[in-house]
């Protein structure tokens, strides 16, 4: 027995309404790539009934191979918000170029998010990598997001609440959507568009 499900073809209405949005995270190790990934499943979750969502994950480490590198600048380039997660230590030189390489590009992402490990014992720690990053949307003309620098015991219930779904301010949130928003009326022109 063979079963066929059919749909009717998309009118550019529907293509519209709907755009897409590829999320890239670049994240230092395992625990960091699950708070990236939490993130993005919260994005997805409060914001994906707008849109649809897409993303590529990179690990610091990969980022050291130049031709990997070459790779992720290409998916950061084409990238409509880069999620970037770790423990708040200065970013590695090769993340770096990366960074550099992908905001030198035509084609910024709209929105960068920073988050730091919430486990941090030292939230001062993270203020040279918020910093950098915090030119970097400014160069780039970006959005920029950043996690709260206070220790994970004063905003547990704010990052972390009982459901496990990191938690993003009324405000936060809401500029973000207005940034996703505004995107789905701006045509954007592509190979593959």
């Known amino acids: 027995m063979q079963h066929t499900l059919t749909s009717p073809p998309l009118g ?8 897409a949005f590829n999320v890239v995270i670049a994240y230092e190790d395992f625990e960091t790539g699950k708070h990236a990934k939490k993130t993005y499943d919260f994005l997805v979750e409060n ?4 849109c649809h969502f897409t993303n590529q994950m990179w690990k610091f480490e990969v980022l050291s191979i130049p031709k990997l590198r070459e790779i992720a600048v290409k998916d950061a380039a084409m990238g409509d918000i880069i999620i ?4 708040g ?3 590695p030189p090769h993340v770096k170029t990366w960074i550099e390489s992908w905001l030198a590009m035509p084609g910024n ?3 960068l998010v920073a988050l730091f490990d919430p486990a941090q014992n030292d939230p001062g720690q993270s203020r040279a990598a918020r910093a950098y990053l915090e030119d970097v949307a400014r160069r780039g003309r970006m959005e920029f997001f ?3 620098d206070a220790p994970l015991e004063h905003h547990r219930h704010h990052l972390f609440p009982a459901a496990g779904k990191p938690e993003f301010n009324d405000k936060a949130l809401s500029t ?3 940034v996703v928003q505004r995107e789905t009326y701006i045509p954007r022109w592509g190979i593959n568009e």
């Open 89 to 91: 230590d200065e970013l």
């Open 84 to 87: 970037i997660s770790c423990h």
């Open 12 to 19: 550019s209405s529907d293509l519209e309404s709907s755009p």
């Open 176 to 178: 973000l959507a207005g």
């Open 146 to 148: 950043a996690q709260p």
């Open 47 to 50: 914001l994906g009934h707008d």
């Open 109 to 111: 992402p709209l929105a």
